[in-house]
């Protein structure tokens, strides 16, 4: 065991204590029902939570504990600490008024209220992040001196993933590209790997970014539709500026929902520069796999949840995160030979819209990710949080990607606005971990107190410093690249034209599930369209993919398929695209254990207990709240009929056959069917949990009872992924086999 993975048993330990199973809890401790009237200091954070590293503004080490950077105190003050009495009333004339101009309390706290937001980003404003720590492999000595890669070199990260057209308040699980965005805190300096979770890009040129998002955010004059591609301006756009064509077919697949953020790859899109010690440079590319597999939502699982809980990607990390269940994902890298044409195997390696198929570079591991803390405070972390591609160190560089150069201005100039001024890089998320002596001075939200009278180079007056580094001293140079000379030229290289035979790999790379898929995508958003001149060039764009994806997305449009108006190429499929026919951990699934609560408890505790032990996460789900069996040991109920919907769930147990509960009838909860409570005798809300979760091909269990119910829910006790048997544990160990494919995928029957 390594030192990283002691630590990380230690973590959890620390966070799953006895009754700390379930995570969700809001704060450290149980609330009082009445109001607590005796003053004391502030809480500590959740053993799940902390703050960013406490280091000054200027890098320093400054060992303070994180609460010393907190609130203190049990009394309440103003800014400036001056104790309170009273924050209920405004001062006024007598009771009934008016307000005096006096009142500093109330101008202080309604104008702190007034600027609490900032700009959001314009994309990935909605976001979720988490603490943790990357440790290297040792194995990227040979092409990069980066020393934070070095063998067990342990470096504090945090990463944030993200949505990319959806505002602040818009769902996690659209359909949309994912940010994933790593901030290394690395003994050099800060070190941003800003990637996505799809390998290529919309765009070519990063002058065309403006175009692109203008596209797909929702229509200026209505506003709407909000956190969706599934409108006229984005498939305007897409159709005609065609180098989207790939890119718009990774999101149209089941990449474009993904079931977690913990079950999400990410990719750093571009092709960097890495150079070694002896100075020799190596193109790569950078990947995170996920220890968890490649997973996604089906579509209607997605829609539901949407509304029934927006938060779910969010919530599912931090939990999993309060559970114990730490994500993890391998850095990885492609690596290709730095030769002058910057090609590989054909492909050009500036192109963004472009990958490279693992099979002929395969993704080779450098490193370990494991996210082990949640942000005590959103948006002292996760929304002031500033990554920056710019941001580099010895070791890694960049290349003459025409995107990748672009975004090099664009995040340094979006933070300036975002975040109020050029400081951004002084608050405490952002800190570095290393010394600076940068000689910037002064700015909006300047907080450190740099000394000296000589901010400028050279200098005598303070001493000559700061002085300058060499590549003994681990200065960051460039690699120095020769520039051919050439023509000044808005223009792409021919390279660049290729929009279509990618898509085609990634197309004829899926299995038949997932083609039917892509097709409902299509289909659906292409139907969102007013305008058919759009839809029927989206056919033309299809057309050049593949004839069967045109033909089925034409029929559901209701439209002719055209013929394709290029060769259509027979690249060597990609299994590694595909996200179907592996077997991963179960580390944070979800399991429903459905219960009357009347009897049979034992086989309840049995399963709960079973679940836990396997790494997962139990949630009773009941006729009502409270705690079952409380004259022996309680069982908490955490869901009930009118609250539990299938999409929080990767499997449902049943435990008996539960009737109507008291709340189970129309008036008070729409999803209840009145004549099929007296039909069959069992709480409808069961029944719809049960047939959603079986159209979306999740693992069902029933013992007792519970397989009587399966027949009233019109599901065959053979059917794929359904397993009954006379106990819990039986059924338990049948449903974590089936758990560790994802979904029972045999339910679907694809047509093509």
């Known amino acids: 065991m390594t030192a990283a993975t002691d630590k990380v048993a230690e973590k959890i330990q620390d966070v799953v204590s006895p009754g700390n199973e379930i995570p969700g809890a809001p704060g450290p401790k149980p609330p009082s029902v009445a109001e607590p009237t005796r ?14 590293d406490t280091f000054s503004p200027t890098g320093q080490a400054t060992r303070v504990p994180q609460k010393a950077v907190a609130q203190g105190g049990g009394r309440l003050t103003t800014a400036t600490g001056t104790r309170l009495h009273d924050t209920d009333h405004s001062l006024k004339a007598g009771p009934r008024g008016p307000v005096l101009l006096q009142d500093h309390h109330l101008r202080e706290k309604i104008t702190h209220f007034d600027h609490e937001r900032i700009p959001e980003r314009v994309v990935h404003a909605r976001g979720a992040a988490a603490h943790g720590v990357f440790q290297g492999y040792g194995t990227a000595g040979e092409i990069s001196k980066a020393a934070f890669l070095g063998k067990d070199v342990e470096t504090p990260v945090f990463v944030r993933f993200s949505t990319v057209l959806g505002s602040r308040g818009s769902a996690d699980t659209v359909r949309d590209t994912r940010g994933f965005a790593t901030k290394f805190y690395t003994a050099e300096g800060v070190f941003d790997l800003v990637g996505n979770n799809i ?44 180098e989207a064509t790939h890119h718009t077919l990774w999101n149209m697949s089941d990449r474009g929902i993904p079931r977690s953020y913990r079950m999400m790859e990410g990719f750093g899109v571009h092709t960097f520069r890495l150079v070694n010690d002896e100075g ?42 309060e559970a114990g269940a730490f994500p993890q994902w391998e850095l990885g890298v492609q690596t290709f030979p730095d030769t002058e044409d910057q090609t590989f195997e054909g492909i050009d390696l500036l192109d963004a819209t ?16 494991t996210l082990n803390a949640n942000p005590s405070n959103y948006f002292a972390e996760t929304e002031q949080v500033a990554f920056h591609v710019g941001h580099l160190v010895p070791g890694i560089d960049v290349t003459n990607d025409p995107l990748l150069q672009g975004r090099l201005f664009s995040y340094l100039d979006t933070q300036i606005s975002r975040l109020g001024g050029p400081n951004f890089d002084q608050l405490p998320i952002n800190r570095t971990h290393t010394p600076v002596n940068d000689m910037l001075r002064d700015g909006m939200h300047q907080t450190a107190v740099h000394s000296g009278v000589a901010p400028y180079h050279p200098n005598s007056l303070d001493g000559g410093c700061p002085f300058m580094a060499g590549t003994d001293t681990g200065a960051y140079i460039e690699v120095p690249v020769e520039v051919p000379a050439a023509r000044k030229v808005r223009e792409a290289p021919a390279s660049f034209d290729d929009h279509f035979s990618q898509a085609r790999l990634f197309w004829l790379s899926m299995t038949p599930t997932e083609h039917e898929h892509i ?30 994806l045109c033909a089925q997305v034409a029929t559901g449009l209701g439209l002719p398929a055209p ?39 034992a086989q309840v505790r049995t399963a709960r207990q079973a679940v836990l032990d396997a790494g997962m996460i139990p949630l009773v789900i009941a006729p009502a709240g409270g705690e079952l069996d409380a004259s022996r040991t309680p069982i908490t109920v955490q869901r009930t009929f009118a609250t539990a919907r299938s999409t929080e769930f990767d499997a449902i147990l049943l435990a008996d056959a539960p009737t109507a509960a008291p709340d189970g009838y129309g008036a008070r909860d729409a999803k209840v069917n009145d004549n099929v409570t007296a039909a069959v005798g069992i709480d409808p809300r069961v029944l719809l949990l049960l047939t959603e979760a079986y159209r979306h091909g999740k693992a069902i269990g029933a013992w007792a009872g519970g397989a009587d119910v399966l027949g009233a829910a019109g599901i065959a006790t053979n059917a794929p992924g359904i397993v009954t048997a006379t106990t819990a544990r039986t059924v338990l160990g049948e449903i974590t086999t089936l758990l560790t494919g994802h979904r029972s995928w045999e339910r679907f029957t694809p047509a093509l």
């Open 519 to 548: 097709v409902a995508a299509y289909t659906f958003e292409l139907n969102k369209c007013y305008e058919t001149a759009i839809k029927e060039r989206a056919l033309l764009v299809l057309a050049n993919i593949d004839s069967e």
């Open 563 to 601: 013929e394709a108006g290029v060769p259509l190429t027979d690249p060597q499929p990609s299994p590694a695209l595909s996200q179907l026919g592996g077997t991963w951990p179960l580390d944070g699934r979800v399991v429903g254990i459905v219960t009357a609560g009347a009897k049979g408890l």
């Open 199 to 242: 390998p290529v890009f919309f765009i070519q040129d990063a002058i065309k970014f403006p175009d692109v998002i203008h596209a797909a955010k929702p229509h200026p004059d209505r506003e709407i539709p909000q956190a969706q591609s599934a409108h006229d301006t984005f498939w305007d756009f897409v159709t005609l500026h065609t």
């Open 354 to 369: 472009k990958i490279v198929p693992e099979e002929l570079a395969p993704v080779q591991p450098i490193g370990l990710m």
């Open 39 to 52: 003053a004391r200091g502030p809480l500590p954070p959740k053993p799940d939570q902390h703050g960013p």
């Open 280 to 321: 020799h440079t190596t193109l790569v590319k950078f990947h995170w796999k996920p220890k968890l597999g490649v997973h996604s939502l089906v579509w209607e699982e997605a829609q539901i949840t949407a509304g029934v809980d927006p938060d779910f990607h969010r919530r599912d990390l931090a939990d999993a995160i």
